[in-house]
């Protein structure tokens, strides 16, 4: 099997060096700059797009103008899968933007650099066929699968509505304790240690995909506004006497 990794940015060359250990991992990325992963052979942009499969590995913001550059020099019969952390607008830009004889599947590789440093083991990777075979769907299931990732199938829909808490209130927050400039302190208690966690794991992120993961994302807006309800409704607690919860 040979794979074409599209950007080579923080988790494009985390996501190729973990590949290249099962299958044959061709790179392209604009940065002359980025390091090229052990094990992965650094190509130009037009070999890279006629591969049988590319994965794109940029930023949310930056796919619908990526899609329209690369959408004349894909190989008939080739597979486009995205990676953003959001699905539903990626999937409709695929869809608008990509020629109908490309074949396309979303996913959401839910882990990074920090979090599989050690194994890709038991960890989530989100699918959806859009416009795809079923065999082919199958055989990249199975492929998946077979480096230890937990699969599941989840509508664009559902894995967004979902994710505005599962991960964007995960950012959020981290973005938020970050401003507080917390810091580590001899008298700290496994809650608050578990926070400073939080800040490290969100915040190694590049602030774009931040950014994107609360602006692309439909159901992140009710998100914050229902933690603000919930904030201030805390608060008015805290202010009235004899409160209960």
Known sequence: MEIGIYG??????FFASRLADSCAVKAWSRDP????????????EE????????FLCVAISAL???LERIAPRLAPGSLVMDTCSVKSLPVAWMQRLL?????????????GPDSAAGSLEGLPMILWPVRIKPATFERWKSFFGSLGLAVHVISPEEHDRQAAYTQGLTHYLGR???????????????????LLEIIEQTCNDSWQLFLDLQRFNPY???MRQTLDRALDALKANLDTPGSLQ
Do not use: C, D, N, Q
Not at 33 to 44: A, F, K
Not at 176 to 194: D, F, I, Q, T
């Open 220 to 222: 992140t807006r009710e």
């Open 99 to 111: 020629p109908p004889e490309v074949e396309i599947l979303a996913s959401h590789p839910l882990f």
């Open 33 to 44: 700059g980025r390091p090229t992963p052990p094990g992965v052979e650094r190509v130009g």
């Open 8 to 13: 080579l940015g923080r988790f494009g060359g």
């Open 64 to 66: 619908p103008e990526v």
């Open 176 to 194: 938020v304790l970050a401003r507080m400039r917390l810091e580590p302190a001899p008298v700290s208690s496994l809650g608050y240690r578990k």
């Open 47 to 54: 070999e890279l797009l006629r591969l049988p499969a590319v």
